[in-house]
C-alpha cells in the first residue's frame, strides 16, 4: 500500500474512532439526563422543613414578588418586586431563600438596562455588585441553596459579557463549580437553568476553548432535550438549543434551529405560569435569531 494511501487509511478510521467516541459521549449524557430528572422529582417530593414565623411571614412576601417578577416586563416592574425581596430580607435575614430572590430580583434588573457605554457599564456593574452579595449571603446560610448558586453563576456570566469571550473563558471553572452545585441537589431548576447556563457558554465561546473543558456543543442537546420534555411551554430551552444547533453548523441544524425558533414565535409565552415575562423576552430573541439566521422578519425564509 503506497505511503499516501496508509495516510488517508490512518484519518478515516481515527475519525471513524472520534465518531464513535463522540456517539458514545451523546449515549451517557442522555443517560445522564434521564438521571438528573429523577433527582430533581426526588428532591422536590421531599416535605419542605418547618418554617419560623419570621420565615413564613418572609415566605408570603416572597410569593407576592414571584408573582411580580413572572410578569416584570419594564425596569418599574421588576423594582416593586426588588422592594418586596428586600423586605423579606428584613423580616427573616437568615433565611436563604429571602437573599437567593433579591439576588435574583437584581440581576433581572439588570435586563432593563442599557450597557452600550461606560457610564452606563458602571452602573449596571453596582447592581451586579449587589446581587452577587445577595446570592453569596443565600450560599453562606445555605450552601447547597440551588437558586443561589445559580443566580450566582448567571451574575458571573453577565459580569463577563461586559467584556470579552476571553475575560469569560476566565470565570469557566467558577461557573461550572457553581452549576455542579445545582445539578447536585435539584439539576432541572428552573426547567434545567444549569444547562442553558452551558449551552450559552459552548454557543458562546470558541469550540477550542470548551474542547479544553471536555465539552464540544453536541454534548448538552440531550440535557436540553429532557429540559423540553419536562416543561414544553418553557421558551428557553428552545432559543438555547437553537444557539447550539446554529454553533454546530451545517444545513441540517440550521433547519433544526429554525423549527425551535418557529415553535418559540408560534406559541402562546402566557402559557406557563410564573415565566410569563421570560417566555416574552425568549419570543423577542427567537425573531432576532430568526432575521440574522434568514436575513427575514418571521416567517420569511
Same mark, same amino acid.
Given at each position: 500500500?503506497?505511503?499516501?494511501?496508509?495516510?488517508?487509511?490512518?484519518?478515516?478510521?481515527?475519525?471513524?474512532?472520534?465518531?464513535?467516541?463522540?456517539?458514545?459521549?451523546?449515549?451517557?449524557?442522555?443517560?445522564?439526563?434521564?438521571?438528573?430528572?429523577?433527582?430533581?422529582?426526588?428532591?422536590?417530593?421531599?416535605?419542605?422543613?418547618?418554617?419560623?414565623?419570621?420565615?413564613?411571614?418572609?415566605?408570603?412576601? =416572597?410569593?407576592? *414578588?414571584?408573582?411580580?417578577?413572572?410578569?416584570?416586563?419594564?425596569?418599574?416592574?421588576?423594582? $416593586?418586586? +426588588? !422592594?418586596? #425581596?428586600?423586605?423579606?430580607?428584613?423580616?427573616?435575614?437568615?433565611?436563604?431563600?429571602?437573599?437567593?430572590?433579591?439576588?435574583?430580583?437584581?440581576?433581572?434588573?439588570?435586563?432593563?438596562?442599557?450597557?452600550?457605554?461606560?457610564?452606563?457599564?458602571?452602573?449596571?456593574?453596582?447592581?451586579?455588585?449587589?446581587?452577587?452579595?445577595?446570592?453569596?449571603?443565600?450560599?453562606?446560610?445555605?450552601?447547597?441553596?440551588?437558586?443561589?448558586?445559580?443566580?450566582?453563576?448567571?451574575?458571573?456570566?453577565?459580569?463577563?459579557?461586559?467584556?470579552?469571550?476571553?475575560?469569560?473563558?476566565?470565570?469557566?471553572?467558577?461557573?461550572?463549580?457553581?452549576?455542579?452545585?445545582?445539578?447536585?441537589?435539584?439539576?432541572?431548576?428552573?426547567?434545567?437553568?444549569?444547562?442553558?447556563?452551558?449551552? =450559552?457558554?459552548? *454557543?458562546?465561546?470558541?469550540?477550542?476553548?470548551?474542547?479544553?473543558?471536555?465539552?464540544?456543543? $453536541?454534548? +448538552? !442537546?440531550? #440535557?436540553?432535550?429532557?429540559?423540553?420534555?419536562?416543561?414544553?411551554?418553557?421558551?428557553?430551552?428552545?432559543?438555547?438549543?437553537?444557539?447550539?444547533?446554529?454553533?454546530?453548523?451545517?444545513?441540517?441544524?440550521?433547519?433544526?434551529?429554525?423549527?425551535?425558533?418557529?415553535?418559540?414565535?408560534?406559541?402562546?409565552?402566557?402559557?406557563?405560569?410564573?415565566?410569563?415575562?421570560?417566555?416574552?423576552?425568549?419570543?423577542?430573541?427567537?425573531?432576532?435569531?430568526?432575521?440574522?439566521?434568514?436575513?427575514?422578519?418571521?416567517?420569511?425564509?
Amino acid at each position: 500500500m503506497k505511503r499516501s494511501a496508509k495516510i488517508l487509511l490512518l484519518a478515516v478510521l481515527l475519525a471513524g474512532v472520534a465518531f464513535a467516541a463522540e456517539v458514545t459521549k451523546i449515549e451517557q449524557a442522555r443517560q445522564e439526563a434521564e438521571t438528573y430528572a429523577q433527582r430533581s422529582l426526588a428532591y422536590r417530593s421531599k416535605p419542605a422543613r418547618k418554617l419560623t414565623a419570621g420565615e413564613q411571614k418572609a415566605e408570603d412576601t =416572597i410569593k407576592q *414578588a414571584e408573582a411580580l417578577n413572572a410578569e416584570a416586563d419594564c425596569a418599574k416592574d421588576e423594582d $416593586e418586586a +426588588i !422592594l418586596l #425581596y428586600r423586605q423579606a430580607v428584613k423580616t427573616a435575614p437568615n433565611y436563604a431563600k429571602s437573599w437567593s430572590g433579591l439576588g435574583m430580583a437584581l440581576w433581572n434588573r439588570t435586563n432593563f438596562m442599557p450597557r452600550s457605554s461606560k457610564e452606563e457599564k458602571a452602573e449596571l456593574q453596582k447592581v451586579l455588585s449587589e446581587a452577587k452579595q445577595a446570592c453569596q449571603k443565600a450560599i453562606a446560610l445555605d450552601p447547597k441553596s440551588v437558586a443561589g448558586n445559580y443566580w450566582l453563576s448567571n451574575i458571573i456570566i453577565t459580569e463577563a459579557s461586559l467584556g470579552n469571550w476571553l475575560k469569560g473563558a476566565v470565570v469557566l471553572p467558577s461557573i461550572f463549580k457553581l452549576t455542579d452545585q445545582v445539578a447536585a441537589v435539584d439539576p432541572y431548576y428552573e426547567n434545567g437553568a444549569v444547562f442553558r447556563t452551558y449551552a =450559552i457558554v459552548l *454557543a458562546t465561546v470558541p469550540t477550542w476553548l470548551s474542547a479544553r473543558f471536555g465539552y464540544s456543543p $453536541e454534548i +448538552i !442537546l440531550p #440535557y436540553l432535550d429532557k429540559g423540553i420534555e419536562l416543561a414544553p411551554n418553557y421558551f428557553g430551552n428552545y432559543t438555547c438549543r437553537a444557539g447550539v444547533y446554529l454553533k454546530i453548523g451545517d444545513s441540517a441544524n440550521k433547519q433544526k434551529a429554525l423549527q425551535d425558533l418557529e415553535f418559540v414565535l408560534t406559541h402562546d409565552p402566557d402559557k406557563l405560569n410564573g415565566y410569563q415575562a421570560d417566555n416574552r423576552r425568549q419570543q423577542k430573541q427567537a425573531a432576532q435569531t430568526w432575521k440574522q439566521i434568514t436575513g427575514k422578519n418571521f416567517p420569511a425564509r
